[in-house]
């Protein structure tokens, strides 16, 4: 049997070959950049080929590199989804999901003890934050992402299943002052105090108050004064159930508090807002502690969308529905 490479510099070549760069592929196996080069080299020592065109401030595969690249991979692949098969057919144990802060602390948390019930042997593990976790890296089985729609579909190895999509509605307090007289006007909204949110990442594409007044006929010149700014959507709801203004808030995230009757909604305009999607490796997406947490996770959703907060979600329009 031909003697075959070893691990260590296979890895090493994986790495560096996605990302085209010995500093990411370093990062990802937590050693030196040096130590992926030497791996490499030895690597290339045993194949007789070099693998890599080593310019100046960046790397690129080489004929034989690009031949080798996938080869390697699949051969990953495989041994990733034998040991998936081996160690995660039975259903019971740990499932890590990761997912936004406001997805975790006001829509799935609320609901989770419904997913334990259901499958008792399974302990979830929700990693709350905004930055995209990686699978491997992280250890992640599961990630609830949101983004725009161009998140849905397949994409690559993953597997992709679109959850909800969120819309966007000025919220406050029930004693708030702007609905003494009844529901407000847009110009009596405009002269409240704003909660404004402005996470980081956030684009044009996404909604804000300058767009929902826009779509309310009366879009304000200059800038739009703000009685607080959060970096997260949970915060500005929180701010708006204790009274300090009104928010443009996600009906996802706002939901629990509307129909507790913390918050209202105000008004009749609504803004699209992007998409909840579960992804996984498309590899690992019918092993049974996934399928079963997916199947519950989108009974969810089609169980909120029948309230009657879940319902706004589709009949609330806005100048983006067409």
């Not at 996938?70 to 999901?97: C, K």
């Not at 729609?149 to 994409?155: A, N």
């Not at 003494?180 to 002269?191: F, Y």
Request: negative net charge.
């Amino acid at each position: 049997m031909t003697r075959l490479p070893p691990l260590k510099s296979l890895q090493a070549f994986d790495a560096a070959a996605r990302h085209l760069s010995f500093k990411r592929a370093a990062e990802e196996l937590n050693v030196t950049p040096t130590a992926i080069s030497h791996r490499i080299r030895t690597l290339e020592e045993h194949l007789g080929h070099r693998l890599f065109h080593r310019l100046t401030r960046a790397i690129r595969l080489t004929a034989a590199g690009e031949a080798y690249a996938p080869s390697v991979r699949e051969g990953f692949a495989r041994l990733e989804a034998a040991s998936d098969a081996l160690g995660q057919t039975a259903e019971a144990g740990e499932l890590v999901v990761t997912t936004t802060m406001s997805f975790a602390t006001k829509w799935l948390t609320p609901r989770l003890h419904r997913f334990a019930e259901r499958h008792p042997d399974i302990t979830v593990r929700v990693l709350a934050t905004d930055q995209p976790l990686d699978f491997g890296r992280h250890n992640v089985d599961l990630a609830i992402r949101y983004g725009h729609d161009d998140l849905l579909g397949e994409k690559g190895d993953l597997f992709v299943a679109w959850v909800l999509t969120d819309r966007a509605v000025p919220v406050c307090a029930p004693a708030f002052p702007v609905t003494r007289d009844g529901e407000p006007t847009p110009a009596e909204i405009a002269a409240s105090p704003l909660i404004h949110y402005e996470w980081d990442g956030r684009s044009g594409r996404d909604p804000g108050w300058r767009a929902w007044f826009e779509a309310a006929g009366i879009a304000p010149d200059g800038d739009i004064p703000a009685s607080a700014v959060y970096s997260d959507e949970h915060m500005c709801v929180q701010a708006a159930i204790d009274g300090h203004g009104i928010a443009l808030a996600g009906l996802i995230a706002a939901a629990g508090d509307i129909e507790a009757g913390r918050l209202v909604p105000l008004g009749d305009i609504s803004l699209k807002s992007k998409s909840y999607v579960l992804v996984c490796p498309a590899h690992r997406a019918e092993l049974p502690r996934h399928a079963a947490f997916r199947e519950w996770l989108l009974e969810e959703a089609d169980r909120f969308r029948e309230t009657a907060v879940g319902r706004l979600l589709e009949h609330r329009q806005g100048p983006d529905d067409g």
